[in-house]
């Protein structure tokens, strides 16, 4: 379960602190959409959740335990392990093929290349895209990427998927599609608890399909 | 993350990023090839010209009785010989003429040594024995010399007061550095007789000062003027300032090929890592600690290293052996160590600034 208690973040000293001291507990096995204007911390809030920022006040409880002041090395596990991102670019490595970014977290995690190999193969089928999985970043859609991104955040079996404006640079259908996944993903989580889904967005279509709204 | 999985991301990045590998392979290589060739070459010549230095003629030590005070006995050439300095060592005795005992004092004459220690340590044996008492052992040359077309017949003592003769069992070719030894005959000295000189071989030239002390030591001559020393001390000093000034020479040099190959290395893997910020920030997103960063930027410039490494060994080796001066395996090994290490520690730095730098900064869209 992820929770923020009495959560702020500056960027910089003495800047404009977000989130105000934020309290809320993001439910597992549904989609929460972030909203709010341009500026208000939507994707940093993912960022902060990510672990890959260190809140100037408060904390971020992964299952009640206070992980955002955690070493680096620790918070870092927890993000191979338990949390999985969707960047709004897709963030593929455009060097490798698909297969190959599906299954990095899974090495960061501990996993051997067999057993990544396995997994990422069955995310890509049920995604539709088994065959492409040997295909590079460039050889495949705007919105076949997206997909690959979220077999990628999903490879790890975490109990976070943190998705930052996934469907900012698709098409209705594709962004369709890619909700589409995102809300099985979030119903199928480990022990049928369902997993904790973020969406930071101001797609009214996004908002429109998400079980939560945080505004921001 | 598993170690030979960082190894295969590494080496997979650094085939993706060609330019920036090629630029290492080929410093390293150069690194490589110019150590070999410069230091190397150094490295060559200072253990030619200490092989020469420590050839058998260089490290002699010859003490003389010149006043003939019979201060060399067979005792002192014997704990001369066992001396740890002492590689072999030998009592002459002045050579006196002989000639072949069938034609007698018109005969052709030549020298023959008498000789207290072993004889393999001056000479090898080609044919026949070794010399009892009354025996003498004939260079090829000196029975040339003698008319004596075997290893068969006598020599008597070209001498009209004296009278001694010696029966001829064998031929012999001198030993390095009793060269001079070959224009004649070695007879085995006679027992309890001493001796006019004892030449010793010393291990290396660079004991030459102690083991004449010892010598000295054990000839107790009366005063200095009794004997006459012929001793590599000098050229012991000599090798010891030629191995210390090629050795300073090498080193700076050495210092001078890493250091400015390695400085590029630097360079070169920073540039990478300014272009790959977007990668290693989605590295570091999904889940890589700062180690793995640290040793996915390291392992990517060692990978390139190595082909490099081979590559420059080679062509050093090649270049060398032209020019004849081919460096000891044991420099060309640690050559390649250290320009691995050079490569590896000169990518540390820029690994720690991939490491440390913001992923959210390279991840956002704007």
């Not at chain 2, 001396?83 to 006196?96: D, F, K, M, Y």
């Given at each position: 379960m992820l929770a923020v208690e009495d959560l702020s973040f500056a960027y910089r000293k003495g800047a404009e602190e977000l989130f105000g001291g934020l309290t809320y507990e993001f439910t597992a096995g549904a989609i929460t959409a972030v909203t709010?204007?341009?500026?208000?911390?939507k994707s940093t809030l993912l960022y902060v959740l990510g672990l890959l920022l260190t809140p100037n006040r408060g904390a971020v409880l992964l299952n009640g335990q206070d992980?955002?002041?955690?070493?680096d090395t620790v918070r870092s596990r927890v993000r191979a392990q338990r949390v999985g991102f969707v960047f709004q670019d897709s963030?593929?490595?455009?060097?490798?093929t698909v297969l190959d970014s599906v299954l990095e977290p899974a090495l960061y995690a501990g996993s051997t290349l067999a057993q990544a190999r396995r997994r990422g193969r069955e995310l890509l089928n049920d995604m539709g895209l088994g065959s492409r999985a040997?295909?590079?970043?460039?050889?495949?859609s705007g919105g076949q990427a997206q997909r690959v991104a979220l077999c990628r955040a999903l490879v790890t079996d975490p109990m976070v998927i943190l998705a930052d404006e996934?469907?900012?640079?698709?098409d209705r259908d594709n962004a369709a599609r890619v909700l589409a996944a995102l809300s099985a993903a979030a119903g199928s989580g480990e022990q049928g608890v369902g997993r904790t889904v973020l969406i930071a967005t101001h797609d009214p279509f996004v908002i429109e399909q998400a079980d939560e709204v945080l505004a921001l | 993350m598993r170690p030979l999985l960082i190894l295969r991301e590494a080496l997979a990045t650094a085939w993706a990023a060609k330019v920036p590998s090629a630029l290492v392979v080929v410093l390293v290589a150069t690194m490589c090839a110019a150590t070999l060739a410069t230091v190397g070459r150094t490295a060559a010549a200072e253990a030619q010209l200490l092989d020469r230095l420590d050839s058998a003629g260089s490290r002699v030590l010859i003490v003389a009785d010149t006043a003939r005070n019979?201060?060399?006995t067979p005792t002192i050439v014997d704990q001369t010989a066992l001396?740890?300095?002492?590689?072999r060592a030998v009592g002459t005795l002045i050579p006196v003429d002989v000639v072949n005992g069938v034609i007698g004092d018109g005969g052709t004459r030549v020298p023959a040594w008498g000789i207290h220690g072993e004889l393999p340590a001056v000479a090898t044996l080609l044919a026949g024995r070794w010399p009892g008492p009354q025996e003498a052992i004939a260079s090829r040359d000196a029975l040339r010399a003698l008319g004596m077309?075997?290893?068969?017949g006598w020599v008597t003592l070209a001498s009209s007061t004296l009278a001694d003769d010696w029966s001829i069992v064998g031929v012999f070719e001198a030993r390095e550095p009793f060269d001079?030894?070959?224009?004649g005959l070695l007879y085995p000295a006679p027992t309890g007789r001493a001796l006019d000189a004892v030449r010793v071989v010393l291990?290396?030239?660079?004991v030459a000062p102690a083991a004449q002390a010892q010598a000295l030591r054990l000839i107790?001559?009366?005063?200095?003027?009794?004997l006459s020393i012929t001793s590599p001390v000098s050229l012991a000093a000599l090798q010891e300032q030629v191995t210390s000034d090629l050795a300073n020479f090498g080193r700076t040099l050495l210092l001078a090929v890493l250091g400015a190959g390695g400085l590029l290395v630097t360079v070169i893997t920073l540039a990478d890592v300014l272009v790959r910020r977007t990668d290693l920030g989605r590295r570091r997103a999904l889940g890589a600690t700062r180690g793995v960063i640290v040793a996915l930027v390291v392992l990517r410039t060692v990978g390139p290293a190595l082909c490099g490494a081979a590559i420059g060994t080679g062509l050093g080796i090649y270049l060398t052996a032209r020019l004849g001066a081919a460096p000891p395996w044991e420099f060309t090994c640690g050559t390649v160590l250290l320009a691995l290490l050079a490569a590896a520690t000169s990518a540390v730095p820029p690994a720690l600034y991939a490491a440390t730098r913001d992923p959210v900064r390279v991840l956002r869209t704007p």
């Amino acid at each position: 379960m992820l929770a923020v208690e009495d959560l702020s973040f500056a960027y910089r000293k003495g800047a404009e602190e977000l989130f105000g001291g934020l309290t809320y507990e993001f439910t597992a096995g549904a989609i929460t959409a972030v909203t709010g204007p341009s500026g208000r911390g939507k994707s940093t809030l993912l960022y902060v959740l990510g672990l890959l920022l260190t809140p100037n006040r408060g904390a971020v409880l992964l299952n009640g335990q206070d992980i955002s002041s955690a070493p680096d090395t620790v918070r870092s596990r927890v993000r191979a392990q338990r949390v999985g991102f969707v960047f709004q670019d897709s963030a593929l490595d455009p060097t490798r093929t698909v297969l190959d970014s599906v299954l990095e977290p899974a090495l960061y995690a501990g996993s051997t290349l067999a057993q990544a190999r396995r997994r990422g193969r069955e995310l890509l089928n049920d995604m539709g895209l088994g065959s492409r999985a040997d295909h590079r970043p460039g050889e495949i859609s705007g919105g076949q990427a997206q997909r690959v991104a979220l077999c990628r955040a999903l490879v790890t079996d975490p109990m976070v998927i943190l998705a930052d404006e996934p469907t900012g640079n698709l098409d209705r259908d594709n962004a369709a599609r890619v909700l589409a996944a995102l809300s099985a993903a979030a119903g199928s989580g480990e022990q049928g608890v369902g997993r904790t889904v973020l969406i930071a967005t101001h797609d009214p279509f996004v908002i429109e399909q998400a079980d939560e709204v945080l505004a921001l | 993350m598993r170690p030979l999985l960082i190894l295969r991301e590494a080496l997979a990045t650094a085939w993706a990023a060609k330019v920036p590998s090629a630029l290492v392979v080929v410093l390293v290589a150069t690194m490589c090839a110019a150590t070999l060739a410069t230091v190397g070459r150094t490295a060559a010549a200072e253990a030619q010209l200490l092989d020469r230095l420590d050839s058998a003629g260089s490290r002699v030590l010859i003490v003389a009785d010149t006043a003939r005070n019979e201060l060399i006995t067979p005792t002192i050439v014997d704990q001369t010989a066992l001396l740890s300095t002492s590689e072999r060592a030998v009592g002459t005795l002045i050579p006196v003429d002989v000639v072949n005992g069938v034609i007698g004092d018109g005969g052709t004459r030549v020298p023959a040594w008498g000789i207290h220690g072993e004889l393999p340590a001056v000479a090898t044996l080609l044919a026949g024995r070794w010399p009892g008492p009354q025996e003498a052992i004939a260079s090829r040359d000196a029975l040339r010399a003698l008319g004596m077309d075997e290893k068969a017949g006598w020599v008597t003592l070209a001498s009209s007061t004296l009278a001694d003769d010696w029966s001829i069992v064998g031929v012999f070719e001198a030993r390095e550095p009793f060269d001079d030894l070959e224009a004649g005959l070695l007879y085995p000295a006679p027992t309890g007789r001493a001796l006019d000189a004892v030449r010793v071989v010393l291990t290396s030239a660079s004991v030459a000062p102690a083991a004449q002390a010892q010598a000295l030591r054990l000839i107790s001559a009366p005063s200095p003027d009794a004997l006459s020393i012929t001793s590599p001390v000098s050229l012991a000093a000599l090798q010891e300032q030629v191995t210390s000034d090629l050795a300073n020479f090498g080193r700076t040099l050495l210092l001078a090929v890493l250091g400015a190959g390695g400085l590029l290395v630097t360079v070169i893997t920073l540039a990478d890592v300014l272009v790959r910020r977007t990668d290693l920030g989605r590295r570091r997103a999904l889940g890589a600690t700062r180690g793995v960063i640290v040793a996915l930027v390291v392992l990517r410039t060692v990978g390139p290293a190595l082909c490099g490494a081979a590559i420059g060994t080679g062509l050093g080796i090649y270049l060398t052996a032209r020019l004849g001066a081919a460096p000891p395996w044991e420099f060309t090994c640690g050559t390649v160590l250290l320009a691995l290490l050079a490569a590896a520690t000169s990518a540390v730095p820029p690994a720690l600034y991939a490491a440390t730098r913001d992923p959210v900064r390279v991840l956002r869209t704007p």
